[in-house]
């Protein structure tokens, strides 16, 4: 038996792309707990639909540090994006460098966005949108 192809020819990925994103100043308790009752959700997704999960971040103290520690314990693939602090002028041109890098290198299937309301979170799921790729905002309190 062939295996499934796309519309382009290419074999259909087999993975389930999940890029997360969140504040630094996102409160620890409850943004582990939300974070963990979403990845649990994918577990058993994944397992249902027999696709590997695999959870991209920027490598930022806060959601990302929590997120890549959840998916760890989930055994769940990680991707870490770092931004180019020496390719830019400032941090925020290179972290949003960075949002826009991960979207269009890892072409995720969904965003999540543990929200506590800041802008780089704003601005790393407006880029997803951009790209047609589904965002779930997860409110999460500040510290």
Not at 40 to 52: G, K, W
Request: net charge negative.
């Amino acid at each position: 038996m062939d295996a499934q192809v796309d519309m382009t020819g290419a074999p259909a990925r087999t993975d389930y792309r999940v890029l997360v994103t969140g504040s630094r100043v996102a409160d620890p308790g409850p943004t582990q707990q939300a974070i963990e009752a979403q990845f649990d959700s994918l577990a058993a997704y994944a397992a249902d639909a027999q696709r590997d999960v695999i959870i991209i971040h920027g490598g930022a103290k806060g959601v990302d540090s929590i997120a890549h520690e959840v998916a760890r314990s989930r055994l769940f693939t990680t991707v870490v994006e770092y931004p180019q602090w020496d390719a830019f002028e400032s941090p925020g041109q290179a972290a949003y460098a960075r949002n826009v890098l991960m979207v269009e290198r890892w072409q995720p299937d969904v965003c999540l966005a543990f929200s506590a309301g800041t802008r780089g979170t704003a601005h790393q799921m407006a880029i997803a949108g951009q790209h047609s790729i589904p965002v779930r905002e997860i409110q999460v309190p500040r510290v």
